[in-house]
């Protein structure tokens, strides 16, 4: 066996490292060095990778060498009495799973790579940030959840894409598509705040841009669906790939208590209010392809509550949806509870707002 399987963050658990809770399901979750016992958070751990590191005394390595670190041993020592821990108290499956080949589309992985890259590529511009802000969301969470805006530009879009290309294998990856005479890569989308949907262990699967112009609709896929064409009928995303439903996962992913809710920045905005509750958030009530995969993805389980906006749990197309889904969920022996609340607050971000704020005048 290797480091690979043994899950960095469970083995930080079992040693007794002090992890801050407010970012599990980050792509690098902060806690306590052991090695140099810093009173911050300079230990820095990355569930993808499965490696570890301090900013304040540069030790560093993977989940074996610190489990061999903590308790002076070697590595092979270190892989044993990990291997029989694993036999009487299993480690959570939290291996990456390739998605099944659909039509051209990149792998979990390389998808990952290319939207990462991207993100860092880009900036926040104050209106957007201001709007987060006015949200509840905290200037660390907002930098946590990588949001980021998307250029109005498209010869900027466009440049960004040729740089990625120059370090990724960009086919397959929604959002990008080849110009039909010169063949360079291109950066497709509108103008608006870009939102990573993540899994569990922090991969970023897909993106969807929250619309600065919402006459239409309010948020759209970055995606390159290569069946659209311009009105003179020619391929308007050649080369492209169309985006898929995905379901972001947020908040503690150790919890044994999943909320669902419609929208990646509504389950953020609750699970940052809610104190890293975990949330598990469906781009709409219809769209659950995705939703068991993701719910198999955290082996603690054993309670869902459905926090659907108020105004959808009242409206007949959609709570016909929603008890598809409950009964969809039941079928995992998993109990299922529809919640409400307050009706003056329509949606679960703007009640745990409402609640927050109550609770700070008090």
Not at 14 to 32: C, K, M, N, W
Not at 108 to 132: F, G, K, M, P, S
Request: aromatic share 8%; net charge positive; with cysteine.
């Amino acid at each position: 066996m290797t480091y690979k399987d043994f899950p960095i963050i469970e083995v930080a658990h079992r040693l007794g490292i002090h992890i801050d809770r407010s970012t599990l399901g980050r792509s690098e979750v902060e806690a306590y060095c052991p090695f140099c016992n810093g009173s911050k958070n300079h230990l820095f751990l990355n569930p993808v990778s499965n490696q570890f590191f301090c900013q304040k005394c540069r030790e560093g390595g993977n989940s074996v060498t610190l489990y061999a670190k903590m308790h002076g041993i070697s590595n092979r020592e270190a892989v044993d009495e990990l291997d029989r821990e694993a036999k009487t108290y299993p480690f959570p499956d939290t291996k990456v799973r390739s998605e099944p080949v659909s039509d051209n589309l990149a792998l979990l992985e390389r998808r990952h790579d290319v939207y990462y890259d991207l993100l860092c590529e880009l900036q926040l511009n104050d209106a957007h940030l201001l709007d987060l802000l006015g949200r509840g969301l905290s200037l660390t969470r907002i930098g946590q959840n990588m949001y980021r805006s998307m250029p109005v530009r498209q010869t900027e879009k466009n440049k960004i894409a040729q740089r990625l290309a120059s370090k990724h294998d960009l086919r397959g990856v929604p959002g990008f598509y080849t110009d039909l005479v010169s063949g360079e890569w291109c950066l497709a989308g509108q103008a608006g705040i870009l939102v990573p949907f993540c899994t569990a262990a922090g991969y970023i699967q897909g993106l969807q841009i929250r619309l600065d112009n919402k006459s239409k609709r309010k948020y759209r896929w970055l995606s390159s669906n290569p069946k659209h064409q311009h009105k003179d009928g020619t391929q308007k995303y050649p080369n492209g790939t169309a985006a898929r439903t995905w379901v972001h996962i947020t908040g503690d992913h150790c919890s044994s208590t999943a909320h669902i809710t419609e929208g990646a920045v509504k389950g953020d905005v609750s699970s940052f209010l809610d104190g890293n509750s975990l949330y598990i958030c469906v781009p709409g009530v219809s769209s659950i392809n995705h939703l068991l995969p993701a719910i198999r993805s955290l082996p603690n389980i054993e309670r869902v509550e459905s926090l659907f906006d108020m105004d959808q749990i009242e409206d007949e197309k959609y709570s016909k949806a929603l008890l598809h889904m409950i009964k969809m969920l039941k079928s995992l022996g998993i109990p299922v509870e529809q919640r409400q609340w307050n009706p003056d607050y329509n949606g679960v971000d703007e009640y745990k707002a409402y609640c927050r704020a109550a609770r700070l005048a008090a």
